[in-house]
Nanobody, 122 residues
Framework: VQLQASGGGLVQPGGSLRLSCVVS??????????WGWYRQPPGEQRERVAT???????TYTDSVKGRFTISRDNAEKMVFLQMNNLKPEDTAVYFC???????????????WGPGTLVTVSS
């Protein structure tokens, strides 16, 4: 399975970006998997910021709640992250991955793709 995230770039504080994740190699199971967007700021740990269930329900970490929206297109095998009102602390490399339930949390399924860099700066 290959995960190709795109849509990152340089944006000013308050701006918006829409990230896309194209998934290849798992056509038969994409639609039944929950998916997540993660980010890794420079020098920090990777964290999951948004999760979408197979039914399309999104949940978010507190720092992005109300600003980010995760969505999916099962027909096209794509996952999206709409990011509004971006802040400098949103600067990170963003990754997508399928998820599986692990205890009371989720864990990623596949090896990481290259991610896409988002830089928020004036």
């Amino acid at each position: 399975v290959q995960l190709q995230a795109s849509g990152g770039g340089l944006v000013q504080p308050g701006g918006s970006l829409r990230l896309s994740c194209v998934v290849s190699g798992n056509r038969d199971i994409f639609s039944i998997q929950p998916w997540g967007w993660y980010r890794q700021p420079p020098g920090e740990q990777r964290e999951r910021v948004a999760t979408i269930t197979k039914g399309g329900t999104g949940t978010y970490t507190d720092s992005v709640k109300g600003r980010f929206t995760i969505s999916r297109d099962n027909a096209e095998k794509m996952v999206f992250l709409q990011m509004n009102n971006l802040k400098p602390e949103d600067t990170a490399v963003y990754f997508c991955n399928a998820l599986f339930a692990s205890g009371d949390n989720y864990a990623r399924v596949y090896d990481w793709g290259p991610g896409t860099l988002v830089t928020v700066s004036s």
